[in-house]
Structure formats: C-alpha cells, structure tokens
C-alpha cells in the first residue's frame, strides 16, 4: 500500500502557503530578524525567525483566541491552508480522519505568561493548562473540522514533526485512518526559552547586526542556530483512495526511519543518525544509492552539522558528493517541532519542481563539511528519492522519505 | 465606573466566549445557561472581569451566579475606587 501527500500548509518566517514558502526558499530569502515580539534586550541572541503578517483573527473566532496558545493558532492555520490544497477530505467518514502532530514545547507563550502572572501575584488564567498542553494543536484540528479518528501528539524536541509524519505513515498501513492530517507547530520565540538555548550555547550569539547571515549551516564559524517559530501540515492519503477521489498527488511519503542514540541528551550522535536514514530507506525497501536529495537537519552548530555530514557519508560512501543537499535552516531558522514539517515541504517541492533550494550564507565551507549543500544558489537536480532529516534532543533521530510518483 | 459601562464590558467579554452570539441580545437578566456559557467560559469571564475592573470575586459567592447582573451587582460592590 502506498501513501501519497495530497495537501500541503506551511506557515513560517519566509512566507505564509506553500507558494510563497517556496518562491522565497528558491530564491533563498532569510526570514531572520530583530526580535519583534517581545523585548530582547537583555538576552545575548536578539534575533530570531518570526512569522510576519500571521493575524489569528483574520481565520479564528475570539473564543479560539482566548483558548489557544500561539503553536495551536500558527498550526491551525497551516492545516486550513492544506485542507484547502488537498480540496477537502469529505470523501471520507470523521471517525477515519487521524491527526499527527508534532510540537517539542507546546504552548510555551502561555507557559511563560501565566508563570510571570503568578510570580506577580495576579491571577493565573483559566486556559493555561488547556493552551500549554502538547496536545492542544491536534486536539483543536480535531475540534475545528470535526475529524474524529486517532489524534496523537510527538513530542521528541528537534525532530517531533518528523515523527508525526512518519507516525501518520504508520497509522494508514495499518488502516487505522484513511487520510491523515500530519505535521508540526512550533511558536518558541519567546524569553525564557531563548534564555535557556543560549545557557546550552546552542544558540548563535555573533549575529545580532547581521541577522540574514546568522543561520549558517556547513559555513566555516557557524556558531549556533536561529530560534525561529512556524508549523506545515501534510494531507496524507492512501494512494488508492486519493485516485478514487481524484485528488492532485505532491508525492509518495515511502519510508520512515527512527533511531535512539542512547547515549547523550543532547549530543548528537552519528550512528543514531546513520541507523535512522538507513531505516527509512530499508521501510520503504530503497537501497541508498537510489537517494538524491537530503533536506538536512542542519542547524547551524558546530558540532551538529559536522556529525550529519559524516553520517551521510557513513551512509553512502563515495556518493555522498554527488547528492544534492540543503538546509531549509540557513533561511527559516530552527522552528523545533515545526521544522522537519517544513523540510518536508520543502523535500516534497523539490521532487515535485525538480529545484533544490539553496543553502543560504554559505560563501567558504567548514573543512570537515565537504559535500554538495546547494550554496547560495537554486539548482535543477530533478530528484525522485529525498530524505528529511531531524535529530533532536534526547538522542532523537527521525528520517523520512519522499519519492517521486513515478 | 458607572453600572452601565461595568455591564457593557461584562456583555462585551460574554459576546467572545460564545461563537455567533450577538451582543445585543444579552441584557442584565441573560442566564448563563441560556446564552450558551458552559463551566469553563464562566470562570474565564471572572478572569476577565477581575483584570478589567481591578478586584477579585470571592470563590464560593461566585459559585452561585447564574446571570449577568449577578457579577455586574458583584463588580460594582466590589470594583477598586477609582484614581484620584
């Protein structure tokens, strides 16, 4: 049985839909800036990738506003816009309508909110609980289209919106859901959590007058990430279905890969990485000389991006350079939860156009990077077998596979 | 502030909880019940009012209103004296 994506939703700092996404990702726009939202003076990184031009009350009633954090609103929007792309699921019953979504902080804003309300002595809201929980995004799909099948949250930090796609894979083969909405939100700009990166030195703090070059993946003096925010939402169908009802298909979801390292919480390490690419490929029975593309994790680290390039070359030998790579990060950010949503979008326009986005800043390499990342520039690769990498805190490495239709 | 603008805001923040609710329908006598406010938007609509009017609704009082002048009544015994 195959899975095909019939829809598509992104919400991120580059662009609302996945039109604009991609136009700005091909022409390879940064999305990173000052710190709009709240005052950043007294953190060390004071730039971040926010969502521009994101108004909830232009989609949301003011009951939905009240009762939602930040990641539930930016995720309800992603899934609005993809419902509308795949043209609707009324072909199917509610009760065969799964949802799968990944978030690593959940409604965090109104963590941080609420916990300054009440170390102020004032009143703590009603809905905290409901607006923190990780939850709350899938459970407010549900409740907004009335899909009434499985509903599942991952929470595994860094790659939590792969494992909700690749969860939503899972959920069709073993039919308990006919169409799955699957992807990621994260809305984690925000102080305390800024704060707490920059203590684990994860986040980049050279950049704050030169925000577009400050996500830098595989560059030479890269020196941490960008926190950025978003969510993407993927409509996932078996493929006999969505013929049946004649939907336009994006692409196959063919394979998922997830592999624990085990060992550190938050180092990564190769050979989690390594087993986990290699999962995906062995679920959707592909060998690795048949890979492309890979819409790397890459988040900018120094340490992070050098282990990913030895995994991939561990996993493909003397191919490795001959690959199209690129990081979706040097432009958007790191959105957590949301981004291996987004590199999926963006792993899934690549086979679907044929053009592999840039790897924005990417003027001298790193030695120890040394395969193709797309610098700078768009290309015509016209991959048919792509691979999206997340690896996240806690040793958590998540891979999924694309293909062509064909 | 007067009984008119504490019950205007009260309509005001009831009109949000409940979707395609019309304000102008609610008046001083509107029964939660009726208007379609379950447990939860009540206890948002104390929230609210506290942080609007500057006071605080004592729990086991509130627990027996069922109507909007009920917490009107109540803000208006109640509400922070206003700035000299």
């Known amino acids: 049985m195959q899975v095909v994506v019939t829809g598509m939703g992104v919400v991120s700092p580059i662009g609302i839909g996945t039109d604009e996404f991609w136009a700005a990702a091909v022409k390879g726009t940064s999305g990173i800036r000052n710190i709009a939202s709240f005052d950043s003076s007294g953190l060390r990184t004071r730039i971040a990738g926010e969502v521009v031009g994101f108004d909830p009350a232009s989609f949301l009633s003011a009951k939905y506003i009240e009762q939602t954090d930040r990641f539930t609103q930016l995720a309800l929007l992603a899934t609005c816009l993809a419902l509308e792309d795949a043209g609707g699921l009324d072909a199917y019953t509610p009760q065969r309508l799964a949802v799968s979504v990944g978030s690593g902080m959940g409604g965090f804003g109104t963590f941080e909110s609420s916990a300054l309300r009440k170390f102020r002595n004032q009143p703590v809201p009603p809905f905290t609980v409901p607006r923190i929980m990780a939850n709350a995004a899938a459970a407010w799909i549900a409740i907004k289209h009335r899909l009434k ?21 899972d959920l069709l083969r073993a039919g308990r859901a006919d169409a799955v909405i699957a992807g990621g939100a994260e809305a984690c700009v925000l102080p305390l959590t800024i704060n707490s990166f920059e ?208 | 502030m007067d009984t008119a603008d504490i019950e205007a805001k009260v309509i005001q923040f ?33 929230f609210d009012a506290e942080d609007a009017f500057g006071m605080s609704f004592d729990s086991e009082e509130a627990k027996g209103f069922s109507c909007v002048g009920d917490i009107v009544s109540y803000i208006e015994k109640h509400q922070a004296p206003a700035a000299p």
């Open chain 1, 149 to 169: 099948g499985v509903n599942l949250t991952c929470s595994t930090a860094c790659s939590s919106g792969a494992n909700a796609i690749g969860v939503a894979l």
């Open chain 1, 199 to 406: 203590i684990l030195h994860a986040l980049t703090t050279s950049s704050n007058d030169s925000p577009a070059r400050a996500s830098r993946p595989f560059a030479k003096g890269r020196d941490g990430f960008v926190m950025s925010e978003g969510a993407a939402m993927l409509i996932l169908e078996r493929e006999d279905r969505a013929k049946d009802r004649g939907a336009k298909m994006y692409a196959r979801l063919a394979g998922y890969g997830q592999a624990c390292d085990a060992a550190h919480i938050v180092m990564p390490d190769m050979n989690g990485q390594v087993a986990a690419m290699r999962g995906a490929l062995e679920d959707a029975g592909l060998k690795p000389e048949t890979v492309d593309y890979i819409n790397a994790h890459a988040t900018s680290t120094p340490l992070g991006d050098i282990v990913e390039t030895r995994a991939i070359k561990s996993l493909l030998g003397d191919r490795a350079g001959n690959i199209a790579i690129s990081a979706t990060k040097s432009m958007i950010g790191h959105s957590i939860g949301a981004s291996a949503a987004i590199g999926s979008i963006a792993t899934i326009m690549a086979l679907h156009t044929g053009t592999v986005h840039p790897t924005i800043n990417l003027d001298e390499a790193d030695p120890e990077c040394d395969l193709d990342y797309t610098p700078n520039h768009a290309q015509q690769k016209n991959p048919r077998v792509g691979l999206c990498n997340a690896f996240g805190f806690g040793g958590n490495n998540a891979s999924i596979l694309f293909t062509t239709l064909e």
């Open chain 2, 14 to 46: 009831i009109a949000t909880k409940v979707e395609n609710l019309d304000a102008s329908t609610i008046n001083r006598s509107s029964k939660f019940e009726e208007l379609g406010l379950d447990s939860m938007d009540t206890i948002q609509l104390l």
